[in-house]
């Protein structure tokens, strides 16, 4: 059964910086893409980051790019989206997300990816 939990997330200032895990479990391959959705109240789901574990590929949205990085651990099976300089706006649940069909990770469409871990609240104070 695959399984993806999330943790890492919280209350921070604006500018500040968090760090998001997600452990993954029950992939019976390593070339899997995986990555990051967010949701904030009222607004669509909306990629923020993702990671082909292949090879090593990454993408991100615009709104987050170099603000936001993801990298993975391949020995703990856990993939980090650090997220720095938080504005008010990147306030949401985030979503780990992965599947094992899916070669060239996207952020644009939320459909493609399977498997979805529970959230975890990110909110950033203005």
């Known amino acids: 059964e695959v399984q993806l939990v999330e943790s890492g997330g919280g209350l921070v200032q604006s500018g500040g910086s968090l760090r998001l895990s997600c452990v993954a479990s029950?992939?019976?391959?390593?070339?899997?893409?995986i990555g990051w959705f967010r949701q904030a109240p009222g607004k669509e789901r909306e990629g923020v980051s993702c990671?082909?574990?292949?090879?090593?590929?990454?993408r991100y949205a615009d709104s987050v790019k170099g603000r936001f990085s993801i990298s993975s651990d391949n020995a703990k099976n856990t993939v980090y989206l650090q997220m720095n300089s938080l504005k008010p706006e990147d306030t949401a649940v985030y979503y780990c997300?992965?599947?094992?069909?899916?070669?060239?990770?996207?952020?644009?469409?939320?459909?493609?990816?399977?498997?979805w871990g529970q959230g975890t609240q990110v909110t950033v104070s203005s």
């Open positions: 990671m082909d574990r292949s090879d090593g590929t990454t």
């Open positions: 997300v992965a599947d094992p069909h899916l070669f060239d990770c996207t952020v644009h469409v939320a459909l493609l990816y399977d498997y």
């Open positions: 029950g992939f019976t391959a390593d070339d899997y893409a």
